[in-house]
């Protein structure tokens, strides 16, 4: 069983920046490959950006590729999501997931693989 928190959304003006936290309970971090997640107002859930067990691979959506970057401390059982030049289209509750993995390098996209989530944070970005 893994708790997931997030925090540190909030407001922030376009062209800012925001780093997310995702804080996870356990001992076993380190076997669970990570993922963002966020969900506009009448959108479905869409995929943001993954890392793998280590840390070294990382894979991102489009739409946030060159502004975002995802990493994650194992002795610290936390992963983050550095967001720069924020547009008012990222706002979105973003949630953190984790997925129970036995493989080194593996990154995942789909929502529908991860097996636990955080309750959301929510971020706005006003233009």
């Known amino acids: 069983q893994v708790q997931l928190v997030e925090s540190g959304g909030g407001l922030v003006q376009a062209g800012g920046s925001l780093r997310l936290s995702c804080a996870a309970s356990?001992?076993?971090?380190?076997?669970?490959?990570m993922g963002w997640f966020r969900q506009a107002p009448g959108k479905e859930r869409e995929f943001v950006a993954a890392?793998?067990?280590?840390?070294?691979?990382?894979h991102y959506a489009d739409s946030v590729k060159g502004r975002f970057t995802i990493s994650r401390d194992n002795a610290k059982n936390t992963m983050y999501l550095q967001m720069n030049s924020l547009k008012p289209e990222d706002t979105a509750v973003y949630y953190c997931a984790a997925k129970r993995s036995y493989y080194a390098g593996y990154y995942y996209e789909a929502s529908r693989s991860y097996d636990y989530w955080g309750q959301g944070t929510q971020v706005t970005v006003s233009s």
């Open positions: 890392i793998d067990l280590s840390g070294a691979n990382t």
């Open positions: 356990g001992r076993t971090f380190s076997s669970y490959a």
